[in-house]
């Protein structure tokens, strides 16, 4: 076959097959970095970060004294769910179990009260506007 006919036939298949990978790829998998918008509740390792895609919902493994309270942003696999190790404001790394994600703070707020669940829990906290 004469290298150029084949040359002609190769560049726009390899074109093809590199535009279908970024549109196939697992989105996921991508490092995302988020801030921890809920966390307050005592004896609870149930957290709630906010990202540029929505909130995710994070338990703490760590076995210390709550490990992500005191962070601010926390950096890692956040939207693949299981075990992952995330970065602590680039301080420190910790293992957290991510639970799962959603995009509606109303849904999200609703379901850190329900893992939060206190006795003395403000009821307060699901009107607050700040996030």
């Known amino acids: 076959m004469n290298p150029s006919l084949l040359a002609l036939c190769v560049w726009p298949a390899a074109f093809l097959a590199a535009g ?3 549109i196939l790829s697992d989105r996921s998998a991508e ?3 988020g801030e921890i918008v809920e966390e307050n ?3 609870c390792d149930f957290f709630l970060l906010k990202t540029e895609r929505g909130f995710v919902y994070v338990k703490d493994l760590s076995r210390e004294v709550i490990s992500l309270a005191g ?3 926390v950096s890692g696999r956040l939207f693949t769910a ?3 190790q995330v970065r602590l404001d680039d301080r420190e790394t910790i293992e957290v179990r ?3 994600s959603t995009t509606d703070r109303v849904v999200a707020r609703g379901r850190f009260a329900d893992e ?3 006795a003395d829990l403000d009821h307060e906290f699901l009107s607050r506007p700040d996030f």
């Open 116 to 118: 939060c669940r206190a």
């Open 20 to 22: 279908a990978g970024l």
């Open 31 to 33: 490092v995302a970095s």
């Open 98 to 100: 991510i639970v799962g």
């Open 41 to 43: 509740i005592a004896y």
């Open 71 to 73: 962070s601010s942003r």
């Open 82 to 84: 299981g075990l992952q």
